[in-house]
């Protein structure tokens, strides 16, 4: 009986995060990464939570994507990809992302989770910009859901669900519309041309796959030095939130050696990075598992070449309300509960603070520590 109950919840939770992650690939694509080596990755990723036990998934992030992209130069980009896993593997290796969230303390890393949840509500903001009506059906009815649902252990999942179908039903059926994916596509860049072939014993896929030589330059450093910054950050507030909304820890050098090993073949053949996200199927039943699964089927898709397909069905601005209710309701207000009521208050402010204003967790994180070490010299704490 337990098992047809979680069953339900279960599925549509990696229906969820799968829809979630389409139209972050999308944008991937427009900042003129290939699709299909993404793949590559995510295949790499559920092998990787398999082993470790992981709770903590790992998916396109438009963040990483717009950093990894701020050239247009594909060579560049992708070289950069490929450095920064490389370094970060030997962090993880040595526990050093570990030591590094033990070393900033629970007020640093509650304050810059409180960050991140702000930065997450901002993006509903952002999107209401861009879509209105899709992101304000998307908001309204992630709120319903979450109200709805607040004392069922799977709220999480019926609020991307509930509210991801209802905005892309209105988008289809009401409004009577689909998605110009040609209209994304940023002028200027660099692109991969890949076909939709999705027979793997025709010949003309496997050409899809273009080697991309790595290169070493100032620009690759930096690039890499960006988002490796930005990795550590990511991996401990969003792999600390994902892990909280399942009740248990995750190991940040396990998700950083997952992570790290799964941009390598993407970044070779020009796909984008891929991290670790904020995942509803944390708050599935069997967590592991259900990112374990909707990784599987999320690499399978793209393999396929069906992500582009889904793509026109799919807005971008669905996804608005789950970034409201889990960076609002399940980010900010918790942690910002637990830095007022911790030692080292201050440094959690900061690292809150400067996480929101400069949308990168490491820095929040950097400055955080800066004053719980610092501060006394200053008279800030």
Not at 132 to 146: E, G
Not at 298 to 308: A, K, N, Q, R
Request: hydrophobic share 55%; charged share 10%.
């Amino acid at each position: 009986m337990d098992f047809l109950q979680n069953i339900g919840p279960f599925l549509l939770a990696v229906v969820a995060v799968i829809i979630n992650g389409v139209p972050q690939l999308l944008y991937a694509q427009a900042r003129g990464f290939a699709l299909k080596p993404a793949g590559l990755a995510y295949l790499v990723g559920a092998f990787g939570n398999l082993l470790t036990g992981s709770v903590t998934p790992i998916s396109s992030q438009a963040e990483t994507i717009t950093v990894a992209s701020v050239k247009k130069d594909l060579r560049n980009n992708a070289s950069a990809i490929l450095l920064a896993a490389v370094l970060m593997i030997g962090l993880g290796l040595c526990g050093g992302v570990t030591k590094i969230a033990d070393f900033a303390g629970p007020a640093v890393v509650s304050g810059m989770m409180s960050g991140v949840g702000l930065i997450l509500a901002g993006v509903s903001w952002d999107m209401f910009g861009q879509e209105k009506r899709t992101t304000l059906v998307s908001i309204v009815s992630a709120i319903l859901a979450y109200a709805l649902f607040l004392n069922d252990a799977n709220k999480v999942v019926w609020t991307i669900f509930i509210s991801v179908v209802v905005s892309t039903a209105d988008f289809l059926f009401l409004q009577k519309r689909r998605v110009d994916i040609s209209t994304l596509v940023e002028p200027g860049r660099e692109t991969v041309k890949m076909s939709t072939e999705w027979r793997f014993w025709k010949k003309a896929y496997w050409s899809d796959f273009s080697f991309i030589k790595p290169t070493l330059n100032l620009s690759v450093v930096l690039g890499a030095l960006s988002l490796m910054m930005l990795n550590i950050g990511a991996n401990i507030s969003f792999g600390g939130i994902t892990a909280s909304m399942a009740g248990t820890a995750q190991n940040f050098d396990h998700l950083s050696i997952i992570n790290s090993l799964a941009d390598v073949p993407s970044a070779l053949f020009g796909g984008p990075p891929i991290e670790a996200i904020i995942s509803g199927t944390a708050g599935a039943p069997w967590p592991v598992m259900c990112g374990i699964v909707f990784m599987l089927v999320m690499g399978i898709l793209v393999l396929l070449g069906l992500v582009g397909r889904l793509g026109k069905y799919l807005p971008a601005q669905s996804i608005s309300g789950f970034l409201l209710v889990i960076g609002f309701a399940m980010t900010f207000a918790p942690n910002l509960t637990a830095v007022a009521g911790g030692e080292n208050a201050m440094s959690g402010y900061i690292a809150l603070g400067v996480t929101a204003w400069s949308k990168n967790p490491f820095l929040g994180m950097v400055a955080g520590v800066l004053v719980r070490y610092l501060g006394a010299y200053v008279g800030l704490v």
